[in-house]
Nanobody
Framework: VQLQASGGGLVQNGGSLSLSCIAS????????LSWFRQGPGKEREFVAG???????IYTDSVKGRFTISRDNDENTVYLQMSSLKPEDTAIYYC????????????????WGQGTQVTVSS
């Protein structure tokens, strides 16, 4: 199983970025998918998740700014981020769990390699 994240970069305060994560080696449509992030000196935290049936959930700090979506035909999960803030600076990881949407590190079955997002003030 591989999860390949991409799309990170440097953006100014208030800007937008879109992350993608392409999965291979798993029955993609049967997995819940989530994005986590780990900021400098911080623990990895849940950001957004989408269930195998399409239901979404977000951590409070990103509600209204981030949108998670999935394309089962392309085996891809997306995270559209807007109104970015310096506190969103982190390495962003995609993740997968069979039939459930992972919302804690310990629930994740598969991790992607991470992509750096840096928001300048």
């Amino acid at each position: 199983v591989q999860l390949q994240a991409s799309g990170g970069g440097l953006v100014q305060n208030g800007g937008s970025l879109s992350l993608s994560c392409i999965a291979s080696g798993l029955a993609f449509s049967s997995y819940g998918l989530s994005w986590f992030r780990q900021g400098p000196g911080k623990e990895r935290e849940f950001v957004a998740g989408i269930s195998w049936s399409g239901g979404t959930i977000y951590t409070d700090s990103v509600k209204g700014r981030f949108t998670i979506s999935r394309d089962n035909d392309e085996n891809t999960v997306y995270l559209q981020m807007s109104s970015l803030k310096p506190e969103d600076t982190a390495i962003y990881y995609c993740s997968a769990q069979f039939r459930r949407t992972p919302q804690a590190v310990g629930q994740v079955t598969y991790w992607g390699q991470g992509t750096q997002v840096t928001v300048s003030s």
